[in-house]
C-alpha cells in the first residue's frame, strides 16, 4: 500500500490570565468545582460580555512568535451549536478575522529542517468541563470562559514524526513565550488531529481526532488511524469525513460522529462585543516584551561550547534555562551548566524544590565554576559544601572557613602521598606500564582519596606522570 499520509493539527491552548475571556470568573485550575463561576458563564439571560485586554495581548504575542501577520482590526463570532456544557447555545469566537494569519513554525526531523504553515490563530473562549461518573455526566463550569487560542496549521505534516515535532516546538514557543502553561495532562494544551490519506498528490478525505492527550498520543493516533483509512480504502470501501477519539487502551480511533459543516454552526458576529483596533504602538511594545525564545538560548548554549544533550536538558528545564541567562559572561558555561544538570539538580529533585528556591544566586555559582576551572575544588569537595552552597548565605570563603577547604600544593607532602600510594598498589602501577591508561586513573583516584579531595588534582596528575616514568 503506497499511500501518502497528510497531517494538519488544531492546538487549543488556555492562556495565563487571572481573569476569563468575557467575564470577571476567576481563571483558576483544580479548584473547588463551580466556585470560580459568574452569571455570565452560566449563559444567564441579560448578562453581556466584556473583553479581557490582557488576553488579547497575550494572543497577539502568541501570533508575533508564530510570526503571523497580523489582523488591527477584528471582530468576534457567535459558533452556535447545543450541547450541555455551553449553556449560551453559542461559544464567542473569531471566525471571519482572527487575529494572526500565514505564520510558520520551523521544525527538524532526522536532521531536516521543515516549515509548518500556520492558518491562522483566533481568540476564543473554553466551554465547561464535563466530568462522566458511572451512570451520571456532571458540569465544572470553572472552565468555562476560561480564554484560549486555537492554533491551525495547514495541511504540511506527512508523519507521526512531524506531527510530534510541530506540536513539541510549538509547546516549547508557547512556554517561553509565558503564554501558556501548556499543561497537556491538565488540559491547558489540547490537540486535535487531522488525517487523511492518498496515492497522490490530491489530499484525501480527512478524519479528525478530537482531544488527543499526550505528544506521545498524537503519534500514535497519526499511525493508527491512517492504517485504518488504508485498509479501507484498500478493501474498496471509501472514508468518510468523521470525529473520532483515540483510544490507548485498544491502540485504535473509536468513531464519535460524522463531521459537521461549517454551516451547521451558523457562524454570525458577535452583536454585543464592539470591533477591536490593534495599533502600531501595541504591536511594537508587544515584541519588545518576548522573552528570549528556545532557538536563541540553544544559539547561546552552542556559541559556549555546551553539548547538545545538556542543551535540550536545559531547554527542557525553563527554571534552569532563565537561571543560565543570569550567569556572566566570565563565568564558563560548560562547567556552569554541568553543575546545574548534575549535582545541583540531584539536589533539587531531592528536595523538591525549584533553582530560585535556593540561595545559590549567579553570582556564587561564578565563583564556584572559577573554583572548579583552576581545580581548587574536587567533585568530592562539591559535594560536601553543596548543601551550604544552595541553602545559606554564607559567602564561599565563610564555606571555606566551615569546611576547612584547604588545598594541598606542597611538592613534598604530594609526593609523600604518590609514593605510599604506589607501594599500595603495586599491581597498578605495573598496568600502567605495560600500557593500561586505565591504571593511571585508578591511582589518581587512590592519591586524591588519600588527601580526602585536597590535593591539587592538576599538580598530582604532573607529579605523578614523573614518578611513573622513572
Known amino acids: 500500500m503506497n499511500y501518502k499520509t497528510t497531517v494538519g493539527i488544531e492546538v487549543h491552548c488556555e492562556l495565563k ?30 448578562t453581556l460580555p466584556t473583553i479581557n485586554h490582557g488576553a488579547i495581548l497575550l494572543a497577539l504575542r502568541a501570533a508575533l512568535i508564530l510570526n503571523c501577520h497580523i489582523n488591527q482590526q477584528m471582530h468576534f463570532d457567535r459558533k452556535n451549536y447545543f450541547y450541555p456544557d455551553l449553556p449560551k447555545g453559542y461559544q464567542i469566537t ?19 529542517e521543515k516549515r509548518i504553515g500556520i492558518h491562522d490563530i483566533h481568540i476564543e473562549e473554553d466551554t465547561a468541563k464535563s466530568v462522566h461518573a458511572g451512570d451520571h455526566s456532571l458540569l465544572d463550569f470553572n472552565r468555562a470562559g476560561v480564554p484560549l487560542i486555537e492554533i491551525v496549521t495547514e495541511p504540511d505534516m506527512n508523519s507521526k514524526e512531524e506531527a510530534m515535532a510541530y506540536v513539541t516546538k510549538l509547546r516549547e514557543l508557547l512556554l517561553y513565550g509565558n503564554i501558556s502553561d501548556c499543561k497537556i495532562e491538565e488540559g491547558s494544551m489540547r490537540c486535535d488531529v487531522n488525517v487523511s ?48 477519539r483515540f483510544d490507548e487502551h485498544k491502540m485504535e480511533t473509536i468513531l ?16 454585543d462585543i464592539p470591533y477591536l483596533y490593534i495599533t502600531e ?14 532557538n536563541e538560548r540553544r544559539k547561546q548554549y552552542q556559541e559556549a561550547g555546551i553539548s547538545q544533550i545538556n542543551q535540550d536538558k536545559l531547554i527542557q528545564n525553563r527554571a534552569l534555562s532563565d537561571y543560565m541567562l543570569t550567569l556572566s559572561n566570565h563565568c564558563n558555561l560548560v562547567i556552569a551548566s554541568n553543575l ?15 533553582i530560585t528556591d535556593t540561595k545559590l544566586y549567579p553570582e556564587k555559582l561564578t565563583e564556584v565554576v572559577k573554583k572548579i576551572e583552576t581545580k581548587e ?25 566551615k569546611h576547612q577547604i584547604t588545598k594541598i600544593d606542597d611538592d613534598d607532602t604530594l609526593k609523600q602521598m604518590i609514593e605510599k600510594v604506589m607501594q599500595e598498589n603495586e599491581t597498578s602501577v605495573v598496568d600502567y606500564k605495560n600500557g593500561h591508561s586505565n591504571a593511571f586513573k585508578y591511582l589518581m583516584g587512590q592519591i586524591m582519596k588519600e588527601s580526602k579531595g585536597k590535593a591539587n588534582p592538576a599538580k598530582v596528575n604532573d607529579l605523578l606522570k614523573e614518578e611513573l616514568e622513572k
Do not use: C
Open 256 to 271: 464519535m460522529r460524522k463531521k459537521e459543516t461549517g454551516n451547521d454552526y451558523r457562524y454570525f458576529p458577535e452583536p
Open 17 to 46: 490570565t487571572n481573569a476569563k475571556m468575557f467575564s470577571t470568573g476567576r481563571n483558576g485550575y483544580g479548584e473547588v468545582a463551580n466556585s470560580n463561576i459568574t452569571l455570565l458563564d452560566l449563559g444567564y439571560p441579560g
Open 197 to 244: 490519506v492518498s496515492k497522490n498528490d490530491i489530499l484525501g478525505v480527512r478524519t479528525e481526532i478530537k482531544n488527543v492527550g499526550s505528544i506521545s498520543n498524537v503519534g500514535l493516533a497519526i499511525e493508527k488511524e491512517a492504517q485504518r483509512q488504508m485498509t479501507v480504502l484498500e478493501q474498496g470501501g471509501f472514508i468518510e469525513e468523521e470525529t473520532r
Open 281 to 294: 504602538e501595541e504591536i511594537d511594545r508587544t515584541k519588545k516584551e518576548i522573552p528570549v525564545l528556545p
Open 94 to 112: 473569531q471566525a471571519r478575522t482572527p487575529i494572526g494569519v500565514d505564520g510558520y513554525v520551523e521544525i527538524e526531523v532526522d536532521g531536516k
Open 340 to 354: 546545574l544538570l548534575g549535582d545541583v539538580s540531584a539536589y533539587l529533585n531531592k528536595e523538591h524544590k525549584e
Open 377 to 401: 575544588w574536587t567533585s568530592k569537595i562539591l559535594k560536601e559544601v553543596l548543601p551550604d552552597l544552595l541553602e545559606t548565605d554564607l559567602t564561599i570563603e565563610e564555606i571555606i572557613t
